[in-house]
């Protein structure tokens, strides 16, 4: 069965520090990959999506990026951090087009100060 | 464009009915329904998909009316379990990415 990663589960940074959130997959070949942003009471905002090693596609401009250095593997950064970026960091995948289903990582709480 | 959902909040006591509904302006492919407890990530109900396709889930049934670009969550005879809050997510074609609704949030008392 496929299970998703994600770590640090809980993150507090100072503003301007640099950033990086990690996401693996387990049982699944070639999956999309998502990070979502999710503030306090509100809905999911979709920050990158990728169909494959290397292939990103940035939904939102800002001072976020994203990585996907092998197939199971879909990394965050930011090399300063902004008090706007607090929020629940949340990697899904899915096996779109054939199945769009998405499925959620355990999510990062990410404080900034 | 996002879509959106109604009502915002709903209380009920174990054993109510509710209706969550998903409103897009845009022609859908598919609905998505999501349900996520508090400080947890989201979980995948159910997908509906053109054609006016109905899929349940133990007591939970859901209706998509493509017309009308519209969805509809039916809880049935609510469990305290059902509590959290329900996102709707649209995919406008076929593995297109999916636009969530900012949610509604489902409390389910004693």
């Known amino acids: 069965s496929q299970t998703i990663h994600q770590w640090p589960a809980t993150l507090v940074q100072p503003v301007g520090s640099p950033l990086s959130l990690e996401c693996t997959v387990e049982g699944t070949s070639n999956p999309n990959l998502y990070w979502y942003r999710q503030a306090a009471g509100r809905g999911l905002q979709l920050l990158f999506y990728s169909v494959g090693i290397g292939q990103i596609s940035s939904e939102v401009p800002q001072n976020l990026s994203a990585s996907r250095p092998q197939d199971r593997q879909f990394i965050l950064s930011s090399k300063k951090l902004l008090l706007s970026d607090s929020g629940f960091y949340l990697c899904?995948?899915?096996?779109?087009?054939?199945?769009?289903?998405?499925?959620f990582g355990p999510g990062t709480r990410l404080t900034v100060t | 464009q996002q879509p959106v959902q109604s009502p915002q909040a709903v209380i009920l006591r174990e054993g109510e009915d509710a209706v969550i509904n998903c409103s897009s302006s845009?022609?859908?492919?598919?609905v998505h329904w999501y349900r996520q407890k508090h400080g947890e990530a989201p979980v995948f109900l159910m997908i509906?998909?053109?054609?006016?396709e109905q899929k349940g889930h133990e007591k939970i049934s859901a209706s998509f009316n493509e017309k009308k670009q519209q969805s509809s969550l039916y809880l049935t005879a609510s469990q305290l379990s059902y509590s959290g809050t329900y996102f709707c997510?649209?995919?406008?074609?076929?593995?297109?990415?999916?636009?969530f609704g900012e949610g509604t949030q489902l409390t389910v008392n004693p």
């Open positions: 899904a995948w899915s096996m779109a087009p054939t199945s769009s289903e998405q499925y």
């Open positions: 509906l998909l053109k054609g006016g």
């Open positions: 845009k022609a859908l492919y598919s």
């Open positions: 997510g649209t995919e406008e074609t076929s593995g297109s990415r999916l636009t």
